[in-house]
């Protein structure tokens, strides 16, 4: 079974960085494209930024030139470096996994809990 265990929530003024890190475990699986979300009050789900296994990323309108995604294959990890912030950026942000078990082969998708940023204006 795979978790996704989120971090780096926080309270940070417009114009501030943080960086939220997601981190996959379990074993007997193979993580391939990963993907941060977020949902603010009263709003639906969205989009923020995914990144596939080899790297190609992808951004919502009203993120680019503001956040980054990356990941680390090793570690089953991925970032989401985010500058710039805005008080409409403030939601809980989500870590999205689809993954696959190795054997027998199965693709599956998890959720992570989700970490609360807050951005002050």
């Known amino acids: 079974q795979v978790q996704l265990m989120e971090s780096g929530r926080g309270l940070v003024p417009a114009g501030g960085s943080l960086r939220l890190s997601c981190a996959a475990s379990?074993?007997?699986?193979?993580?391939?494209?990963m993907g941060w979300y977020r949902q603010a009050p009263g709003k639906q789900r969205e989009l923020v930024a995914a990144i596939t296994r080899a790297g190609t990323t992808n951004y919502a309108d009203s993120v680019k030139g503001r956040f980054t995604i990356s990941r680390d294959n090793a570690k089953n990890t991925v970032y989401l470096q985010m500058a710039s912030l805005k008080p409409e950026d403030t939601a809980v942000y989500y870590c999205?996994?689809?993954?696959?078990?190795?054997?027998?082969?199965?693709?599956?998708?998890?959720w992570g809990q989700g970490t609360l940023v807050t951005v002050s204006s």
């Open positions: 379990g074993s007997g699986f193979r993580i391939n494209t």
């Open positions: 999205k996994a689809y993954a696959n078990t190795i054997s027998p082969l199965r693709y599956f998708e998890v």
